[in-house]
């Protein structure tokens, strides 16, 4: 167990909070409009309360679940 | 930088002797808290981006380090006094640290500066916080960049992750201290590394020597981790309302780029921190589980102390 192989998935549900994806070089949104991705991870809101969609701001943290 | 405006005997002793201005002897005691934070500031600089007019062997020089070994001794000792006189000091199982960083955020009470300038704070004011900030926005990041080759394989690999979009993903443009230094230029305000370590209040300069004492020593690469951590989980929101609020005033353009990068940028950061970094780090290696939290709980208290004082220099209840 000295050199393991590491569970590293490319998507992560976070719970109650966004979606991580890993290494992407394009998201569209709802809208149709394609947001090129410069970073290695980014997350994408599920609450869609946000207000930077398609992007989480952290806003789902103040509504109550 | 040039060296500091000394503060103090201590502060004055330092300074002369980083000119080169031939002091000998022992150093006097610090003359107050002031002083003392600015002499040990001054130390750590010595490590990042030094001084254009002081000695850059200072870095290493024995009798200096024995100055800085005492300045960070009495900083460390202050920070877990404060720590353990809270009800969150017990010992935490490392499964259960993810959890407990959420609950010591979630339990902050502190004052919030984004609120006042969001609503309240007048031009002036916000130029005098972004003169404050400068002091650790001028190197953000910096410090956590330190502890890389002192994690482990997971917690190592994240916050590569996350100091890479920090530093801008690979273009320099986007590096996050240029941002900042971007804004303060496009706010009147001097742009250059450091050019407002004269003015910073003793709680500032505390609050930056408590992230550069967790960075600078692998021992406390918990703590550093754990600073990060509740840096990033308190960022997103508030930055939200720093981009309002310099949008009332007029301010909108690179500085509000600036903090409006932030909103999105920590929205992702706060979980690597939180899971990937804090989270392995406590399973790979469980006796760093309490000074992660140690490093969380200090972050939220100094920057508390900082609001504190700030708020009530600008005459606000
Ligand atoms: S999931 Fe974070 S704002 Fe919607
Ligand atoms: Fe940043
Ligand atoms: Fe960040």
Redesign the pocket.
Known sequence: MSAPEFDHPDVVL?P????LLRGVGSVQDADGTVHPVERPVV?????????R?P???????V?PR | MRLPKPRGPLSEWLVARLAGAGVTGAAPDAGSWDDECLSLWTLHELSFRGFEDGDDRAEWDPALLGVRHELETALEGRLRARWTRTDRAGAVAPHEVPAALEALVAADDGPSIADHVRRHADRDQVLELLRQRSVYHLKESDPSAFVVPRLPVRAKAALMALQFDEYGDGDPNRLHSHLFARGLEAVGLRAEYGAYVDDAMTENLEMNNAGSLFGLHRRLRGAAMGHLAAFEMTSSLPSRKMVQGLDRLGLAGPMSDYYDEHVEAD?IHEHLALRDICGTLAEDEPDQAGEILFGAWTCLDVEARFATAFLSGSEVA
């Open positions: 976070v109650h909070g966004p979606m997350a994408l809101c599920r609450c869609e309360k946000s207000s969609l992007w989480c701001d952290g806003t789902h943290k509504i | 929205a």
